[in-house]
């Protein structure tokens, strides 16, 4: 029996939430921006989308495409309660769903299709659900498999449904261009295009050794994906794997080679990644410090601890250590430390007195800024420095060492 998976893709989602919750947005040309000034467009409406405006531009190359365009400072924690709020409904229709991004679902019905009709009555009813209950729009594909999917979500866009059937796939492939499949990105396209491959017809038409002899393992894949096959299982929420390392950095609002203001940043970069590691019961036995500078040369260095850590001062440290060894050539546009090689435990177990004392003043400002504010206690030399807009990362999950 054929699996059958939906691909659920929300419309502009972090516009539409926008809109919908500011009438005075409906119909109107707008973006979400982050708070920074040297943000890029998160999420631009269907609307502005119309004017040429895309995910990724600057708010100056939006205005000069769509002068009445609207930015709207964007709210991640909206968002990701919405996103919990969307899985809740999909629950309905089956345990098997995979959040694939912050708006992105995979649902394998295979199962439990039978109790609601055909996969169409299914994604139906899902798509009504969310529009009636939180009042959004979303696009849903049906195939057989994952890929195939979310291709067919591609097509249903914005605010339809459309079922790729196997038999289907080699007629509706040989036209469609290379690059509107998931998995071949830029760089491979352009490849793919200097052969004289323009389309997934094109492709499928190649022999299989000689894209193993251009691309290596992942020549095969390409191979593969031009028919259409693919056999990654739908992952249900809690038997993904666990993230591998724990990271955040900043953009900065203005380049900057001060090394007071520098080391400020790392300290609340370094109590973010602390306050991850502890919620999940984790240490960090290296630290990776990620800088880039104003031309977007990006350096990275990292330093093996000599025994695993969660505790913010001692990431602090490292980090800074790190750091004061990179000789600067240019001001410094991003900032970011993650925490890699993790290990269940942390310094709760720990035989030193002092190193007791920092998990129990760790726990305590956790528990407080869990209960009551994010940022309701933090280090005194964070004071006169500019807060910064939280950002949902992509390996952002509602559960889990992900959700943060």
Known sequence: MDTTIL???????FASIEQRDNPSLLAKPMAIVGSNARTVLVSPSYEARDYGVKTGMTKHQAKLLCPDIVFVTGNTDKYASVCSDIAKILYAFTPDIE??????????????????????DVARD??????????????????????????????AKPGGIYCLKREDVADVFKNTKVGELC???????EQLNLMGIETLGDLRRCNPAQLKHLFGVKGLTL????????????????????????????????????ANLLSRYLLELAEMVGR??????LSAGTIRLTLRYKSFQTITRQK???????????????????????????????????????????????LFQQDMKRYRINKVLDSINERFNHHALFFASLLDKDKHSK???????????RNY
């Open 7 to 13: 691909h659920i893709d929300m419309d502009a989602f």
């Open 99 to 120: 959040i694939s991004s912050i708006d992105e679902f995979f649902l394998d019905i295979t199962n439990t299709m039978h109790l609601f009709g055909t996969a169409e």
């Open 126 to 155: 899902a798509k009504k659900r969310i529009g009636k209950q939180l009042g959004l729009s979303s696009s849903i594909g049906i195939a057989h498999n994952k890929l195939l999917a979310k291709f067919a979500s591609e097509k």
């Open 183 to 189: 998995g071949i990105g830029k760089k491979t396209r």
């Open 223 to 258: 191979s593969l994906m031009a028919d259409g096959i693919d056999d990654s299982p739908v992952v249900p929420v809690g038997t993904e794997d666990e993230a591998k390392s724990m990271g955040h950095s900043i953009t900065f609002k203005e380049d900057t080679a001060d």
């Open 276 to 281: 991850r590691l502890r919620k999940s019961a």
């Open 304 to 350: 093996a601890l000599t025994s695993p850590t969660d505790d913010t001062r001692a990431i602090y440290h490292t980090a800074r250590l790190i750091l004061q060894g990179i000789a600067l050539k240019e001001p410094v546009r991003l900032l970011g430390i993650t925490g890699s090689r993790l290990s269940a435990g942390s310094a709760s177990g720990s």
């Open 391 to 401: 950002v949902i990362s992509p390996a952002w999950r509602p559960a889990g060492n």
